[in-house]
């Protein structure tokens, strides 16, 4: 299926590894150009380089913390006029909200719901301007299945949500279209995080208590990054503009419901 994105260009935000860089990935082998970012520079060029050597596509890294201005502001400078927007943050801790004073939720709030507010704000009129827009926001299965000690990611990204639903149908008739992708559990190294300390204590490996975790889940397994960055440049793609305003829920059937 020829996704109609060669020659396209993607901002794909905090992307030197996990669901970020499977996106960037997936649109690169569409041929689509990137500019990617992430904190750490010298992870965000070793990616950069493994996609420019598999694709051959044009490859920017913009490193910087994509929550502050300045990081936003040398993303956009990278490249002003995207057709193609992926937003992506790290999430917030995980805790008892009885111990999150207003900082970290400020933290949050402004990593998973502003920083994609701002950005969209940046780059939706170009695209309306153009005709073409595809904007995807990565967000969390706990948007629709609360996990409660992630209460600061429930929350903002809830936040997120209901602005996007919004402003998805304002600029539709443009072309321009915004979804969000929820993820389930993902082999990354933030769902590994979350197994550190049991490893630690079982003297077990990480990734046999994170598989062993999942054998109850509908597929059996966690998800893999390449599929979940598949599902993002099908969200991208040039044919979808009658696609707007979804969260579509990729958890390998987690979420019990008869429409999910
Ligand atoms: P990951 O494997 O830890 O990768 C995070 C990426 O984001 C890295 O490239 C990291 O690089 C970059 N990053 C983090 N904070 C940044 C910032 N402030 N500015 C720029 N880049 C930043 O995480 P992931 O699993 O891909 O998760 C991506 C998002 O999906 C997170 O918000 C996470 O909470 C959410 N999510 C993940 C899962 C899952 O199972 N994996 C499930 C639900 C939700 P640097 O650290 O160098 O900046």
New binding site residues.
Partial sequence: MDLGLKGKKAIV??????????CALSLAREGVELVI????AS??EA?AAEIRAETGVKVTAV??????EE?RAATLAAMPNPDILVN?????PRGDFRDWNRDDWIKAVD??ML?PIFLIKSVVDGMIDRKFGRIVN?????VKSPIPE?GM?NGARAGLTGFVAGLARQVAKHNVVINNI??????????R?GFQEAARTSNRPVDELVLERAKNSPTGR??Y?AEFGDACAFLCSANIGFIVGHNLILDGGNFNSSIA
Wanted: proline share 9%; with cysteine; net charge positive.
């Fill in positions: 935000c905090a992307a030197s590894k996990g669901l970020g860089k499977a970012t992430a904190r750490t992870e965000l990616t490193p910087g913390d994509i929550t502050t990081g992506n943050a790290g999430g917030p990593a998973n920083t990565i967000t969390s299965a706990s992630l990611s929820l993820p389930g559990p993902f082999l990354t190294d933030r769902l995080g966690v998800g990054p």
